[in-house]
């Protein structure tokens, strides 16, 4: 069975308690639960990340990313500046799908630009939970095209 | 039944033919297609426009837009400078999606600016045809929830 | 009589039905209507054009431009990037007014920058419909004076 | 009978001697006494001011302008950098009109930038005199609509 | 026959008409006709095409680019920011020429950067109605090296 | 016993009066008189100055500047350009605290900077009056240090 | 009684130690000593936190954030670049306020650039050491005052 | 006898007394008394005005420049902001010459623009108080040609 | 009969040896042979001149320069920097044409800006060496028409 | 014997294994230990620390920088944002050499600025393995001399 | 005897040939006679070189620079860009006057910036040939004074 | 035996006799005996020139660089802005390395950017003159892996 990435980055730990006009009122446990479900439909297996720390993401990115068929990535605030988030990801070279909660275009300005968005095959914004369910369906799409 | 625009910007009606190493081989006939029978399942009804006249998309999100429950927008080019479509969605009104077949963020400086993000839902791009399937999945995901 | 055209850019045919908040609640035909008696008062024969397509305002301002007394154009969103439409106005050589409904300056940045201003006489914003009445007055006491 | 104060700001004492071929050969006197004519016919009273210092403008403002029903300012060059003026007219909270005698958006590019209209109704430019008279109907035409 | 595609962007029909100084006195007939006389003895086939719309010119691009040999295109404003056309003559694959009557770098700041040069082979501008000459031997002179 | 200069810039004298949800509803008297109190407590006394006018303020510190133990200023919208009181302050040489009311790095851009700061010991904002307290106190125990 | 976080980031554990003519010459153990001292004063509880990653101060935002009556943080060479940072304290909702011990607007020109403000009540920099007790003095000031 | 005027702007009040190393140890005083001298020499006559207000400088070059023969100015901080003296100066229309005792291009960044430069004849910099006799003599050597 | 002018820059010299790909296979001796073959054609002369150093190619121009009837001209990496070239063609008067090899809006972004084009009639790029063909055939029929 | 750390920043770990046409195919091991060769013939002794932390680089730079007597760093991607290394480097006093296997100055824009550059002695970029050699024979070199 | 150098850049070999609108009408034979006679005058010793190559201008800076006691350079287009020049000025150490014959601040924006200027002494420009005088009169001056 | 150029740009024949501060106070023949030296060891052949003339460095790149095995280029303050050196580098295809003497990053900002770095194979700078020798065992190293 595939085997695809959920990470999850700063802050992100927080969702369903805070700025839930934003975020929405949902908790990362009931995202992480929505998405099992459905991977279970799509015969795909999940494994699940979520961490305040760039070098925790990089150093998971590097243990499990080669070995995983797909990757699903928020990196949250990171998104604007960790060039070494990307280069971990053009490094591991499993292919990647980047998923904002909101519309980072409609945000502040510095949150318009990622540094991320060139190593991925695309990226989904402002959907909230749904963009995950997205890219998830995406690679299920992809594995049962191979 | 919920109504929902798929409207192509200029160019999109040579997909299939030409540029096949980024916008794949598949032309847009293809595209709407799949999308109908995908629609089919989800119980929801599509109405195709493609244009390669900026007036024409405005005045066609004028004509259809404010009866319709939902509409998934590629500007293609216009992505990147018409305000005036921006405008034209902003005063509609009708939630609006906006999907990019090819990964703009990897592309040439000029595709990386979204002048119509700001007034859509969200954005999705980098997942070929895929990318319109998932904007369907979402609106019918969103009117099931209603 | 003199004879001035009133040209209205894209999504002004929406006036008065949408983003009332911002536009007023008056539409379209009522500023004409507006517009008209006014002439009437200050002997002026008016004619009018809208459109959403940049190429159609274009024809309009070949078409009538140079037999015209004075143009007084609201471009909406094509104020911020129609170089086409500003070569139409130099080439013309009619004088022109440009007016907008609403302050473009305490509204989005890219609404600040107006590339038809440097080639009309003047600009008028945010003063609503009265907008176009100030620039017909103006036109209207020019002639008085010649 | 309501009133309304005129303020005109640095070297525009100067009018009418001087650069004649920008800013007419009327001086600011003789502007003053056609405001006051339109005036007299439209039922409003005049208050006129002029001052080649940003900090007498301000005084000016915080003294008269609460009081005052409207206000019509060109604040000629203090338009591209007083941002103290702009908070004073902020800080009034009377509704304000900026107008200017040329076209500053077809002379240099310091000129095209004011930080004083996003703090305005709105802007008026490039109609020498008459941009005043414009302003000034604006105002009774709100007045007469109270 | 090789066959050429001569297209003018927006305004150029007013060519001979109007702003004289920089365009010159003759007309785009007579553009056309110098050119015909031309590729009558280059036995070169031309079409000619102008049109102030984007779209009209996307469409003509569309429908006659890909089985002509050629394309001379001088697409005036359209130059500064259609990046639709500029999509267009990528996707259509055949060579084309861009060109401009007047030497666009000593005119606007704006005019110094065309979106269109990328896609063609080379740029002509400054020589008046020789540049179009030039583009149609440099055709012939290839045309005749196959 | 040492002295302090409170000296405030244009508009403050409307304190209290004005656009309370961003300054509070005290007036400048009564953030005097707080001032003075404390400054009672802590042995400092304090010279109070407002002016609307850069040339004023400059003039006072020239005049009560070099004396001084200390200076607290809030220059207000002087502070984003004033380059002369910039060089007035470095001319003086008394230590100076530069203080605002708001926090000025969560309003407008133009805000964010201030040409003051790199000639201040340090800066305070967005505590309301408590700002001055601050600063007050600082130089108190700097005073009790030598 | 009311609790408050006192952080601070990386390097700062050097103080004391190192670039004395910039920081001063008195270490973090000293610091903590001076506020909780104050602290006693005021009878407000301090906690103390100092960390070199930026996962780990968000980490203990979130830990002890929530649930403290109010933050100061010194981010430092953070301040400038992690958006991560300001996630999290827009996160947790605790009033938080900025200090620097130099003054940051007389330094390199990177370090004129705070991401963080924005989303703190207020900045503080200049003041050595005595910048945190201001931070605390006006805690302390604020929770007398509910 | 021809007339020039000298005018210093701000805070050039204080030379000779403060920041020598930048200007010197020498005096407002004494720098006119050299240049009269000098003007005794050269038959000229000069008029001295020194503020450190903005609406004075302009106030005094309406008043005496208009009838001078010649302007030696020194805006100081004025310099690099001050549009509004630089619109007197154009209005005035006597010949104007910037003189900067420092060598403005090689201290802070924002003393490298002057936006009165270019409404002089030409500017002197870096040659401390022999920068006015300079233009002192360069005003005599015009006359003396006339 | 008239003298055209044939100037090339830095590493011209290395035509048709190195870098192919980019400027063909062809020598500067054979460029010049071709030239002179059309000149010959056309009743001109021409005068050939390469040179790497910028000082020799102005000497070049001032000392054929003023006496010649036209002047073809590829600065090469000149053409980026180089301003003294540009006020040598400016100085001399005599019409100046450029003319680049390779398209040098599709390469390196330092390639898209000439400081040489706006002192030109015009500019050919990305023709190869039949640039330097239509540059002459350009003089050939201005000559004609003399 | 002097000591000298080697410190490798994120995604070095994976050295070998990915992107061997970019960064070669040898791994961290074997870096080190042809470096631990090296440093054996020159007499020095090494330290080796790899990490995809900033805080653990950090603390490691506190924790053995200010005893070591040269230091060798390849901050990898933290090279462009990492404000936090710069300064522990600036804190801690030990000459470094930035070291980059490949050019950064040929990749992506990103990669051009290094924030590090200015605390460190030198730069050595592009030279593969070899820079870490370069950069320990030049501290060996300081050594022999002192 | 004190000796000055007085080195003239590109182009200026053409005084009083060509562009006698902005430079005038006198040749460079004119300008070193009539410094000649001044320099007779002030009992200094002149040594002129002019040279449209960078490479034999800074040839020479190192050939006399180092014994002269001072030089006066007008390096005309080289201002803009020759860094090298700067460096020769810097490492000859000999005090340096910048000298523009024509005002460089009222001419094109790339005429703005000197990268000369921040290692003169100080600039002069706009006074046609008397800028000559006035710094060879400075330099008088000031040897006058040794 | 291979051989390597060493070519040295502007002003650094004055090595060791000026600016010893920064650049140290051996000279140019002192570091080529030194590199000779190391030469001799590594049996390799140098050859060394050194110009302040750009052209004249071009002029040695295209006689010499072909036959090289490998150059070490200083190109000093051409670094900034020979795009003609850049191309010549490009244009003979042999390996080579940019050497400074000093940390170009941390001096004046313009010295950050090289137009020569993305040409070369790498970067050394900062390490004085061992920075040449640096360069000189890579070339060295490689020859022997061959």
């Known amino acids: 069975m595939s085997v695809i990435l959920v990470i999850n ?5 927080l969702l369903g308690t805070r700025q839930t006009d934003i975020y929405g009122d ?3 446990k009931e995202l992480n639960e ?11 297996s999940l494994k699940f990340f979520q961490s305040n720390s760039e070098g925790d993401i990089i150093d998971y990115l590097h ?3 080669p070995a995983a068929d797909g990757i699903i990535i928020n990196p949250a605030a990171f998104t604007h500046y960790s060039y070494a988030i990307r280069d ?9 799908v980047e998923v904002h909660i909101s519309n980072i275009f409609s945000r502040e300005e510095f949150r318009h ?4 968005s060139p190593v ?3 990226q989904i914004c402002g959907f909230g939970f749904y963009g995950y369910a ?8 992809i594995f049962k095209g191979k």
Chains 1, 2, 3, 4, 5, 6, 7, 8, 9, 10, 11, 12 share one sequence.
């Open 134 to 141: 997205m890219a998830l369906s995406y690679f299920a799409d």
């Open 63 to 65: 243990k499990e990313g």
């Open 88 to 96: 971990a990801i053009s490094a591991i070279e499993t292919e990647t």
């Open 113 to 116: 630009k990622s540094v991320i």
């Open 26 to 28: 949902k908790g990362l």
């Open 9 to 13: 980055g700063p802050n992100l730990n």
């Open 120 to 122: 991925c095959s695309g």
């Open 34 to 44: 929505e998405l099992s479900k459905l991977a279970g439909q799509l015969e795909v």
